[in-house]
């Protein structure tokens, strides 16, 4: 019940992720572009910044239930 | 039986006319213009064959001018015969008891009446112009339907977006001649002598492109990248790009008003296929009918985002299959999220398709 309860409402939020992978971004030295975009998918936050631009965006991969970084890729055009 | 349906107004049609003299005229010029260049000396070695190829284009110009004088001519026969036929079908009581399309009753000839007041007419009038020529069943029908479908369709669109068409087209290594010639033309013929020249270039950079690459070959230098000399040339004008910091990794990006953002260093290859995926972005979010769905689409739509990746990076590329695994190996979608979106639109579209068969099939029933 509770693992179904984590997965309804993780305990990361959608703010907290995009602040924890601004953070990330900041860390690497990568460039944060607003607006950024938060999608959830089953266990993972995923942030895309620069969203409405199509093709070179950074996405950082934020787990839901840890807040860890999973990953940071860049989408190449 | 389908109607062939012409627009019965004389002044119209004397109108088309008219432009397509004035286009023919203007590509007769272009023609003439090209075989002067063919006597010009050019250095010897790969650029041998290019002045028999200019008076070739230029002959061939030439050629196609005066194929668009003789339509402009059977365009003058038919608003003439347009005109004879105008009183007597309409002086009297309507020829039909409903418009085109109506349900009331199978209409005796076919009509629409416009909202500028002019009339479509339907099947007879076809008599108004010389009889089609005879290509009989099968195979020649549906060419002869085609060719009537893609008439129909370039006529419905601005010649603007045909120019745009063209030049994206023309983009294309080794095919792109044709479509730079057409661009030309169409460029002439609106008055911007200068995008006509930055065509024409492209198109002879096309040209030279090819025939270098064939010299090559022949001479067992292997393949090169001369045939892209004309796809090339058109970076220099091709829509509003720029230079950008990207982050580490991005190759390219475009905005939702479709202007193009290049990785500040980028060169080459690597500069013109990024163009190119990118320009198909750019293209979609200008075009006014589906820029509203696309830039909405997009982000949320992973159906969406594959296809636009796909279709953009084989446009790019030329590689088919390497299209259709980019969106997934760079990361735009997976596969899970991929067949999970088709699997519910296409339960989705299935089950709007079955009540609106139900309505149907009980609305008969009734």
Redesign the interface.
């Known amino acids: 019940m509770g693992r179904l309860h984590e997965l309804v409402r993780p305990p990361v939020t959608g703010p907290q992720a995009r602040e924890l992978a601004r953070a990330e971004c900041e860390r690497r030295g990568l460039g944060w572009e607003e607006p950024a975009r938060v999608r959830r998918r089953l266990l993972v936050y995923e942030v895309w910044t620069a969203s409405q631009r199509t093709g070179g965006n950074l996405v950082v991969e934020v787990d839901a239930h840890s807040g860890q970084i999973r990953r940071v890729r860049s989408l190449p055009r | 039986m389908s109607a062939q349906v012409i627009v019965l107004d004389a002044v119209r049609l004397r109108r088309a006319a008219d432009r397509l003299a004035a286009i023919a005229g203007r590509q007769t010029e272009i023609g003439s213009r090209l075989r002067q260049l063919s006597t010009l000396p050019f250095p010897a070695g790969p650029w041998q064959g290019v002045p028999a190829e200019l008076a070739r284009i230029g002959s061939g110009l030439v050629a196609l001018a005066a194929e668009l004088e003789e339509m402009a001519a059977d365009l003058r026969r038919r608003a003439r015969r347009v005109q004879e036929l105008g009183a007597g079908v309409w002086s009297g009581p309507a020829p039909m008891a409903g418009p085109f399309g109506s349900a009331v009753s199978r209409p005796v000839m076919p009509w629409i009446r416009l909202p500028d007041g002019s009339v479509l007419l339907g099947a007879g009038i076809t008599s108004a112009g010389p009889p089609l020529p005879p290509w009989g069943r099968g195979p020649g029908r549906r060419l002869q339907q085609l060719v009537g479908r893609l008439g129909r369709l370039i006529a419905r669109h601005p010649v603007q977006d045909l120019e745009v068409a063209c030049l994206v087209l023309g983009l294309i290594p080794e095919l792109g001649l044709p479509f730079n010639l057409a661009a030309a033309g169409l460029e002439f013929s609106r008055g911007d002598d200068g995008a006509a020249a930055v065509s024409l270039a492209a198109a002879a950079a096309d040209v030279v492109g090819v025939a270098v690459e064939v010299r090559l070959l022949e001479m067992g230098a292997g393949a090169t990248e001369s045939a892209q000399a004309g796809a090339a040339m058109r970076v220099g004008r091709l829509g509003d790009w720029s230079y950008a910091?990207?982050?580490?990794?991005?190759?390219?990006?475009?905005?939702?008003d479709g202007t193009i953002?290049i990785?500040r260093g980028l060169e080459g290859r690597m500069l013109l296929e990024?163009l190119r995926?990118?320009l198909l972005?750019s293209a979609l979010?200008q075009l006014p009918p589906v820029r509203f769905v696309v830039v909405r689409l997009?982000?949320w739509s992973r159906l969406w985002r594959y296809l636009?990746e796909a279709a953009?990076e084989g446009y790019a590329t030329g590689r088919p299959l390497a299209a259709a695994v980019f969106p997934i190996r760079?990361?735009?979608v997976t596969v899970r999220?991929l067949v999970s979106e088709a699997v519910g639109a296409a339960v989705a579209g299935a089950g709007v398709g079955a009540s609106a068969w139900r309505a149907a099939t009980s609305g008969k029933g009734s």
Request: proline content about 15%.
């Open positions: 910091d990207l982050p580490p990794g991005a190759l390219g990006g475009t905005l939702p953002l990785q990024t995926h990118e972005h979010r997009y982000p636009e953009a760079e990361g735009y999220g």
